[in-house]
């Protein structure tokens, strides 16, 4: 059975809150991601702002190099341990329709998990003995 820890990707795309959108989309496609991971010592805990916030933005006809990160990230996160099964974080994905869970062991954030680190690592099936449907 394979676990969140075996697909997890490192925190490489981080930006602030006063980061613009632009400097953050720039940010995610550096580093070939869908989401960036927003830290600052004054937010109670990571944020995240994804390609769809992105979108939304865009799709307002909001100026991107105006319109800050603060006010298009998520706050409010759905995350999982590195030790859970990859099932498990895949279902908390698809349950809550979203692409990315932050990845916390213990109090400290040490990673992130996209629906595209899930395919990649292709653990969603039952082990040995499973037939394709």
Same mark, same amino acid.
């Given at each position: 059975?394979?676990?969140?820890?075996?697909?997890?990707?490192?925190?490489?795309?981080?930006?602030?809150?006063?980061?613009?959108?632009?400097?953050?989309?720039?940010?995610?496609?550096?580093?070939?991601?869908?989401?960036?991971?927003?830290?600052?010592?004054?937010?109670?805990?990571?944020?995240?702002?994804?390609?769809?916030?992105?979108?939304?933005?865009?799709?307002?006809?909001?100026?991107?190099?105006?319109?800050?990160?603060?006010?298009?990230?998520?706050?409010?996160?759905?995350?999982?341990?590195?030790?859970?099964?990859?099932?498990?974080?895949? @279902?908390?994905?698809?349950?809550?329709?979203?692409?990315?869970?932050?990845?916390?062991?213990?109090?400290?954030?040490?990673?992130?998990?996209?629906?595209? @680190?899930?395919?990649?690592?292709?653990?969603?099936?039952?082990?040995?003995?499973?037939?394709?449907?």
């Amino acid at each position: 059975m394979k676990h969140v820890k075996d697909a997890m990707s490192a925190l490489n795309a981080m930006v602030g809150p006063t980061h613009t959108l632009r400097q953050a989309s720039v940010k995610m496609v550096q580093h070939r991601t869908g989401a960036a991971v927003v830290m600052d010592p004054d937010l109670p805990g990571p944020c995240v702002i994804t390609e769809r916030d992105l979108l939304k933005a865009i799709a307002a006809d909001m100026d991107m190099d105006d319109e800050r990160v603060a006010d298009h990230m998520t706050g409010a996160l759905i995350t999982a341990a590195p030790e859970w099964p990859l099932a498990q974080a895949a @279902d908390q994905m698809v349950r809550h329709g979203i692409r990315h869970v932050l990845v916390f062991e213990g109090p400290e954030l040490v990673g992130i998990l996209s629906m595209r @680190d899930v395919i990649r690592v292709g653990g969603l099936g039952s082990g040995a003995g499973s037939t394709p449907a």
